[in-house]
C-alpha cells in the first residue's frame, strides 16, 4: 500500500511563500499523473495544480502564475512551491497520485496551510 505524506504547511503572510512536499513511499518514477488538491474550510474539495508522467502541467486559473509543481524522482517526493499567497489560498492541501498500471488513487493526509497576517 502506497503511503503519500504531505508537509510543510503552516501560517504566512500575505505575499509570502511556502513550499509543500509529498513523499511517496515508493518510487514515484512510474506516477502516470500527480496532483495537489485544496479544501477550505465549507468548500468543496478542488483541483490545484497536476503534473503528468510526460511532464505536462495544469493550474488552476486561481493559482496560475504563482504556484509551481515539480517532482524530484530521486527524493521520491512532489513538490508545490506557493508564491504570492492570499488568505484566499487558506485550506488543507492533499497530495494524490496514481501509478502506471494501477487502478487505484492514493491520498496523503494532507497539511494545513494558513494564510493570515
Known amino acids: 500500500q502506497v503511503q503519500l505524506v504531505e508537509s510543510g504547511g503552516g501560517l504566512v503572510q500575505p505575499g509570502g511563500s511556502l513550499r509543500l512536499s509529498c513523499a511517496a513511499s515508493?518510487?514515484?518514477?512510474?506516477?502516470?499523473?500527480m496532483r495537489w488538491y485544496r479544501q477550505a474550510p465549507g468548500k468543496e474539495r478542488e483541483l490545484v495544480a497536476t503534473?503528468?508522467?510526460?511532464?505536462?502541467?495544469y493550474y488552476a486559473a486561481s493559482v496560475k502564475g504563482r504556484f509551481t509543481i515539480s517532482r524530484d524522482n530521486t527524493k521520491n517526493t512532489i513538490y508545490l512551491q506557493m508564491n504570492s499567497l492570499k488568505p484566499e489560498d487558506t485550506a488543507v492541501y492533499y497530495c494524490?497520485?496514481?501509478?502506471?498500471?494501477?487502478?487505484?488513487?492514493?491520498w496523503g493526509q494532507g497539511t494545513q496551510v494558513t494564510v493570515s497576517s
Open positions: 494524490n497520485a496514481d501509478w502506471i498500471g494501477r487502478l487505484q488513487y492514493y
Open positions: 503534473l503528468t508522467n510526460g511532464g505536462n502541467t
Open positions: 515508493e518510487s514515484i518514477r512510474s506516477i502516470n499523473t
